[in-house]
């Protein structure tokens, strides 16, 4: 699992360049589908085919492949880069941080001086390649490259700490899901979604094309655990969580109780999210066609849309386990 996680967070892909990851994905996997399709917008889409193919909706699970990541907009005369979020992005999480351009060329994110520092903005701050002209530092960057954190992936006891987690983990979940999926009686489809940061785009996409009967997200979540954070009853290492509500779905009760009831039964450990800001594929796929049934399994995760996030390995596990379990039910629900 670790080898996975590892080259999955560290491969580059930011919103709408998701070229290298996605290659890094279907390595993985081209073995354990029966069909593996890229559509116009980017998304994985692989299918394991059902008993029952075509008879009854597919499932549909999808994670996003993307990462947040600083557009380059501006290069200055002594060759600092200037640059616009892809994806939220909070200033305050970013002074001090290592980033890598897609030419592989490195630098080290810094702000002009501040007098207040709760006034930091993206404006404010450049990206310092090492070069001293704006003719050097073209030699590295074109006007619309996107730089990436440039963090290893290391583990720290039940702790795993890399940048991307946001959602890599969730690919990582998927590919470890369909690694041990027998047969189901529905069609399931394993996307690995494109374009999340940027609005839950390849989710929609996608799921209008396959027209799931269910759709299920997997993605991180944040935690209210680390000291004097805004109060949330998630934290790392309880289990994974079930999403009851976010900015972008409210968990049909069928959905959620259902899978209160698995993990119940099977005894895997989980908590209940209400995330008050910020939304999942769960979202962009429940509001597809006519609405499209969705749920959502989170990763608790510390410090999200940082160049460092953390997860915990338990909760990895319980997702899987989860997930497992849900698709091998034969679940009913109506379509
Ligand atoms: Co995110
Ligand atoms: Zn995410």
């Known amino acids: 699992m670790e080898q996975l996680i590892k080259k999955l967070t560290e491969a580059y892909g930011p919103s709408g360049r998701e070229e290298q990851i996605r290659e890094v994905i279907r390595e993985e996997i081209s073995d354990l589908a029966d069909e593996i399709r890229v559509d116009y917008l980017g998304n994985l889409i692989a299918l394991k085919k059902g008993t029952a193919s075509g008879k009854k909706k597919p499932i549909m699970l999808a994670a996003h492949m ?99 987690l946001d959602d890599r983990i969730g690919c990582a ?26 609005g839950l785009r390849g989710a929609r996409t996608s799921a209008f094309g396959i027209d799931p009967g269910l759709g299920l997200a997997v993605d991180v ?37 259902k899978m209160i009831e698995i993990a119940e039964n099977e005894k895997i450990p989980y908590q209940l999210e209400v995330l008050p800001r910020g939304g999942t594929d769960a979202g962009g796929i429940s509001l597809t066609r ?31 386990k989860l997930l497992e379990k849900m698709l091998q039910q034969d679940l009913e629900f109506p379509g």
């Open 66 to 164: 993307d990462e947040i990541g600083l557009m380059i907009t501006h290069i200055e005369e002594k060759g600092f880069l200037r640059f616009t979020g892809v994806g939220g992005i909070a200033p305050s999480r970013l002074t001090g941080a290592r980033m890598i351009l897609p030419s592989g060329r490195k630098g080290l994110i810094y702000h002009e001086p501040l007098k207040d520092s709760s006034k930091l903005t993206l404006e404010k701050m450049y990206l310092d390649i090492g070069v001293e002209t704006e003719e050097e530092a073209r030699e590295f960057v074109t006007i619309g490259d996107i730089a990436v954190a440039d963090e290893p992936f290391i583990v720290l006891g039940n702790r795993f700490l890399a940048k991307a």
């Open 173 to 198: 979940i998927l590919i470890l899901v369909l690694q041990q999926m027998e047969k189901t009686s529905r069609d399931l489809y394993f996307v690995f979604t494109s374009q999340e940061e940027v």
């Open 221 to 257: 979540t944040m935690a209210g655990d680390t000291p004097e954070v805004k109060k949330m009853d998630v934290k790392l290492g309880a289990g994974a969580a079930i999403k009851v509500k976010d900015s972008s779905l409210i968990t049909s009760p069928l959905i959620r109780d």
């Open 290 to 320: 006519e609405g499209v049934l969705a749920g959502c399994v989170s990763i608790p995760c510390r410090y999200v849309h940082s160049p460092g996030e953390m997860v915990d390995r338990r909760d990895v596990e319980g997702a899987v």
